[in-house]
């Protein structure tokens, strides 16, 4: 089974910086998309950055110019610059991809999620 293991988060001042990591254990043959999605309190879930399998990045008007996504073999990555107070939610990766026992399937999970707090 695979699991996503998050960190990075926490507090960061406004203007600040960080970086998340989500790394995947089990049986990963392929990785499809890597994606980051945030949840702002009282608000939905979205999606803030994305890369496919295509190697194309796609981000959140919101985050454009700020948030970076990256990848290796089995990890996801998300700098993000200039925080600001609306960037404040839980961050969870979200991996789409293939197993060995199966290499033309499909199959999805979710991370746990990691608080970030853009405050001063």
């Known amino acids: 089974q695979v699991q996503l293991t998050e960190s990075g988060g926490g507090l960061v001042q406004p203007g600040g910086s960080t970086r998340l990591s989500c790394t995947a254990s089990g049986d990963v043959f392929e990785i499809y998309y890597l994606s980051w999605y945030r949840q702002a309190p009282g608000k939905q879930r979205e999606l803030v950055a994305q890369?496919?399998?295509?190697?194309t990045k796609r981000y959140a008007d919101s985050v454009k110019g700020r948030f970076t996504i990256s990848r290796d073999m089995r990890a996801a990555y998300l700098q993000m610059n200039s925080l600001k107070p609306e960037d404040t939610g839980v961050y969870y990766c979200?991996?789409?991809?293939?197993?060995?026992?199966?290499?033309?399937?499909?199959?999805?999970?979710w991370g746990l999620g990691t608080l970030l707090i853009v405050s001063s």
């Open positions: 890369y496919t399998s295509g190697h």
């Open positions: 979200n991996f789409t991809y293939a197993t060995y026992a199966d290499p033309a399937g499909y199959e999805e999970v």
